[in-house]
C-alpha cells in the first residue's frame, strides 16, 4: 500500500514541478513520496534475497532515468534512483562494520550526496538511517526536517514528516506480481509521460 501512495504523490509532485511551479499544492502532496520511497530501501535492504541483484536493478533503473529527468527539470543533477542507490550501499557498510569507524560514514555520506548533486543529498541518507534503526521515527524526522529548512529554506518539507507517522502506525503489505514490476518501473516511466507531456504542450 505505501508503494501505491509513493508513486502516486511522486506524479503529483513531480507533475506541479514541471507544469505549476507557483502551486505550492502540488509539492506539498509531494512531500510524502520521498520518505515512502526511503523507507522502501531500507525495508529492500533488509529482506532482499541478493543484494547484488538488488544494486544492478537500482543501477539500471538510475541511468535509464537519468535523460528524462533531466530534460524534464533542466538539470545537471542526478536522479532520486542514484541517490538511493548511493544510500543502500553506505547503508550496507553502516550495518556490516562492528567497530566505531562505521559512524565515519556519516560524513563520507555528506560529502558524496553533496558534493556531487544527488537528489535530496544527505538528507537521504539521515533519513535512512532513522528508518533503519526504528526509534522514535518521527521525532527525529521533525529534527532533521527543521534542520533541512534552516538550510534550505524550504518550509514545506515539515510536511514530510506524515509518512513517519504512517509508517509507525500502520504494517505495510508489499505490492506482488506486476503490480510490484510497476512500482519498479514507475520512475522512469512517469518521468518520460511527463516530458512527452511537455514537449506536446
Known sequence: MFEIIAMITMFIDHLGTAFFPDQMEFRIIGRIAMPLYTFGIVQGYKY????????????????????????????????MVFTLL??????????????????????????ILEAI???YGFYAFLLTLIYYVGKKI??????????????NNWVIQLFSFLPSMLIT?????????????????FY????????????II
Open 48 to 79: 532482499t534475497k541478493n543484494f547484488n541483484k538488488y544494486i544492478l536493478r537500482l543501477v539500471i533503473l538510475a541511468l535509464v532515468s537519468q535523460p528524462f529527468y533531466s530534460l524534464l527539470f533542466h538539470t545537471k543533477g542526478l536522479n
Open 117 to 119: 548533486d544527488f537528489d
Open 188 to 199: 522512469p516511466l512517469h518521468l518520460a509521460f511527463l516530458l512527452l507531456l511537455d514537449k
Open 169 to 185: 502506525k500502520y504494517e505495510n503489505h508489499p505490492l506482488r506480481g506486476r503490480m510490484r514490476n510497476f512500482y519498479r518501473i
Open 86 to 111: 548511493v544510500c543502500l550501499i553506505l547503508l550496507k557498510y553502516y550495518d556490516q562494520t562492528k567497530s566505531k569507524s562505521k559512524y565515519l560514514i556519516i560524513p563520507l555520506a555528506a560529502y
Open 138 to 151: 518521527v521525532w527525529r524526522h521533525n529534527l532533521l526536517n527543521i534542520a533541512y529548512i534552516c538550510i
